[in-house]
């Protein structure tokens, strides 16, 4: 353990992984204000400014150069004049929403923080929004996380999500519907809960794609303020429809590093082991429950020899099959010939599979890994950290990603095979 004292207005940058602990004096990290006895772990793939707010003295186990003094802050003086901005203009009633834009490893995160801790002092109840489910920060990646604020936070990994909803994979490029869905979702509840509500984004921007998405998230929410944080003009095309107005435009801090695909990785599956750690395996008969986003459980039993399950589905979309292996030829010739196009899917693929626990409004209660769909007793077996009763589940939403019993990465499963 090491003890370091900072002078008043000292600025000091301290990267993970790391452990403080402020034994006198007072400490700003991020905007959020930390004194004696309270402690900050910096993950590994992190790094934060701090702000000796008195004369303070810290413990802290970290390596030998974690710690540096810096000469001025890092964090732009252009943050806080935004956040009084937004204070001013903010229409007691109404909620404030903001979105922040730019391409990946810009700071997006960092200054959602920084800035939702400073609103929490200026208007009260501050959301933050997580859309960027392949580096999620609030609840596990493949979803879109909302934390409504009553206190500064430093990591939104360290806090329990107040909603979820699944987008179920680390892009939106295949589920461009689930994801404007879940955003008009989070934005009626924040309305409901916050005074201000900030919106993290992926760092998608460019090509089709990410033009597309950025425009209908833009259309949707109808921002009060829209923030660019970017090196040069890479974002312009997404705003041309705006009023200056309702722009704000801040360059990419030098301190900014580009993060590793195994450090995102790594990051990933650090929140994702999190959110598992205390799960259980529970059993849900096909009776209680509807499903969502698959065909499995949508058609009307059939009876087919050679399958674990059989069903015809709506119109034109066929009968889905699930077998134990391969669907041979010779294993339909006794079937009926009016079953249409044959879906067919092997047993087992399933395993991993992440999917939502969903109430009778269709509410997440939790996200759980689907250990197995049982077809001879019919009932879905889940590994979930839901503590609730299992009567509140009333659906299963199906996802894309597959995890392993920890909560690692474990493959991926496309949507509309199920």
Same mark, same amino acid.
């Given at each position: 353990?090491?003890?370091?004292?900072?002078?008043?207005?000292?600025?000091?940058?301290?990267?993970?992984?790391?452990?403080?602990?402020?034994?006198?004096?007072?400490?700003?990290?991020?905007?959020?204000?930390?004194?004696?006895?309270?402690?900050?772990?910096?993950?590994?793939?992190?790094?934060?400014?701090?702000?000796?707010?008195?004369?303070?003295?810290?413990?802290?186990?970290?390596?030998?150069?974690?710690?540096?003094?810096?000469?001025?802050?890092?964090?732009?003086?252009?943050?806080?004049?935004?956040?009084?901005?937004?204070?001013?203009?903010?229409?007691?009633?109404?909620?404030?929403?903001?979105?922040?834009?730019?391409?990946?490893?810009?700071?997006?995160?960092?200054?959602?923080?920084?800035?939702?801790?400073?609103?929490?002092?200026?208007?009260?109840?501050?959301?933050?929004?997580?859309?960027?489910?392949?580096?999620?920060?609030?609840?596990?990646?493949?979803?879109?996380?909302?934390? &409504?604020?009553?206190?500064?936070?430093? =990591? !939104? #990994?360290?806090?329990?999500? @107040?909603?979820?909803?699944? %987008?179920? +994979?680390?892009?939106?490029?295949?589920?461009?519907?689930?994801?404007?869905?879940?955003?008009?979702?989070?934005?009626?509840?924040?309305?409901?809960?916050?005074?201000?509500?900030?919106?993290?984004?992926?760092?998608?921007?460019?090509?089709?794609?990410?033009?597309?998405?950025?425009?209908?998230?833009?259309?949707?929410?109808?921002?009060?303020?829209?923030?660019?944080?970017?090196?040069?003009?890479?974002?312009?095309?997404?705003?041309?429809?705006?009023?200056?107005?309702?722009?704000?435009?801040?360059?990419?801090?030098?301190?900014?590093?580009?993060?590793?695909?195994?450090?995102?990785?790594?990051?990933?599956?650090?929140?994702?082991?999190?959110?598992?750690?205390?799960?259980?395996?529970?059993?849900?008969?096909?009776?209680? &429950?509807?499903?969502?986003?698959?065909? =499995? !459980? #949508?058609?009307?039993?059939? @009876?087919?020899?050679?399958? %674990?399950? +059989?069903?015809?589905?709506?119109?034109?979309?066929?009968?889905?099959?699930?077998?134990?292996?391969?669907?041979?030829?010779?294993?339909?010739?006794?079937?009926?010939?009016?079953?249409?196009?044959?879906?067919?899917?092997?047993?087992?693929?399933?395993?991993?599979?992440?999917?939502?626990?969903?109430?009778?409004?269709?509410?997440?209660?939790?996200?759980?890994?689907?250990?197995?769909?049982?077809?001879?007793?019919?009932?879905?077996?889940?590994?979930?950290?839901?503590?609730?009763?299992?009567?509140?589940?009333?659906?299963?939403?199906?996802?894309?990603?597959?995890?392993?019993?920890?909560?690692?990465?474990?493959?991926?499963?496309?949507?509309?095979?199920?």
């Amino acid at each position: 353990m090491k003890t370091s004292t900072f002078q008043k207005n000292d600025f000091h940058l301290l990267v993970g992984p790391a452990e403080l602990t402020v034994q006198t004096g007072q400490i700003e990290v991020i905007a959020a204000k930390i004194g004696p006895g309270q402690k900050v772990v910096v993950p590994l793939g992190k790094r934060v400014p701090i702000l000796a707010l008195d004369e303070t003295t810290i413990e802290y186990e970290a390596k030998d150069d974690a710690l540096t003094k810096m000469e001025a802050s890092s964090v732009p003086a252009e943050w806080d004049q935004l956040a009084d901005k937004i204070a001013r203009e903010r229409t007691a009633g109404k909620l404030y929403k903001i979105i922040v834009m730019g391409e990946v490893d810009t700071g997006k995160t960092f200054f959602s923080t920084y800035l939702a801790n400073r609103l929490i002092d200026k208007l009260g109840r501050t959301a933050i929004l997580d859309c960027d489910t392949g580096q999620s920060d609030i609840g596990p990646p493949g979803t879109f996380g909302m934390l &409504v604020m009553q206190k500064p936070a430093i =990591f !939104l #990994t360290e806090e329990t999500p @107040t909603h979820l909803y699944l %987008l179920g +994979a680390h892009s939106p490029g295949l589920h461009f519907l689930p994801a404007m869905t879940g955003l008009n979702a989070m934005m009626r509840k924040a309305k409901a809960e916050a005074d201000a509500l900030i919106i993290d984004t992926t760092g998608w921007v460019q090509g089709d794609g990410g033009r597309a998405i950025k425009k209908a998230k833009l259309d949707l929410v109808n921002p009060d303020l829209v923030v660019l944080m970017q090196r040069g003009t890479e974002l312009e095309h997404l705003v041309k429809h705006l009023p200056p107005s309702r722009i704000a435009r801040l360059p990419v801090s030098k301190k900014a590093s580009p993060t590793s695909q195994m450090e995102r990785k790594g990051l990933r599956e650090m929140v994702s082991t999190r959110y598992f750690r205390d799960a259980r395996v529970v059993t849900l008969p096909f009776r209680q &429950v509807f499903t969502d986003r698959c065909f =499995f !459980l #949508t058609g009307s039993p059939l @009876t087919l020899e050679g399958t %674990l399950h +059989a069903e015809k589905l709506s119109g034109w979309e066929g009968t889905l099959v699930v077998t134990s292996g391969p669907l041979l030829p010779e294993m339909t010739k006794g079937w009926p010939t009016d079953l249409g196009m044959i879906r067919t899917f092997i047993a087992g693929e399933e395993r991993g599979l992440m999917v939502a626990l969903l109430d009778a409004a269709q509410n997440c209660l939790a996200i759980a890994r689907l250990e197995e769909i049982d077809f001879l007793n019919n009932q879905f077996r889940l590994r979930t950290p839901f503590k609730g009763s299992l009567d509140q589940i009333a659906g299963i939403q199906f996802g894309s990603l597959k995890l392993n019993e920890k909560g690692e990465e474990a493959g991926f499963l496309e949507p509309g095979s199920l």
